[in-house]
Every structure is written in C-alpha cells, then in structure tokens.
C-alpha cells in the first residue's frame, strides 16, 4: 500500500471530462472501457430530495486513495 500511496501522491489530480449528454450506465460503460478504476459520483434530484449514488471499479486499495484524495480536496 505504502506503493501505491506514493504513486498517488505523484499522479493524483481531478480530470474534468466533458461527457456528451448520456445516461449514468453510458458513462460507466465508457469509463470502465478507459480506465483501470474509477469512482462515479452521481446526483439527481426527484420531488425535492437528492439521490447521491456512488459507483466504484477496479482495485480495492487503488479506489480507496481515489476516495480518500477526492475526500481531502472537499475538505
């Protein structure tokens, strides 16, 4: 883990894409196509309450950075 850690640190960045209007299964159909792992955080809205869902993929200890990196730039 310690590896991987440290591989974060030198390639953890937010890429913004800019998705052509599709469906969450459309995205997560070319995101698994593109990338080893990835987390899908997505929201909508139905009669004013939000529904937040996540979507994960790939490596166990690789998504868990992912998180905790995107959890440290929110904070």
């Avoid at 913004?16 to 997560?28: D, E």
């Avoid at 939000?50 to 995107?70: H, S």
Wanted: with cysteine.
């Amino acid at each position: 883990m310690g590896h991987l850690n440290n591989q974060m640190g030198k390639m953890g960045k937010v890429i913004t894409a800019n998705f052509k209007p599709s469906t969450v299964s459309q995205l997560k159909e070319a995101l698994a196509q593109e990338f080893l792992s990835f987390v899908l955080i997505t929201c909508s809205e139905d009669d004013g309450k939000f529904n937040i869902e996540m979507d994960v993929k790939g490596d166990p200890d690789l998504v868990g950075c992912m998180v905790d990196g995107a959890k440290n730039r929110l904070d």
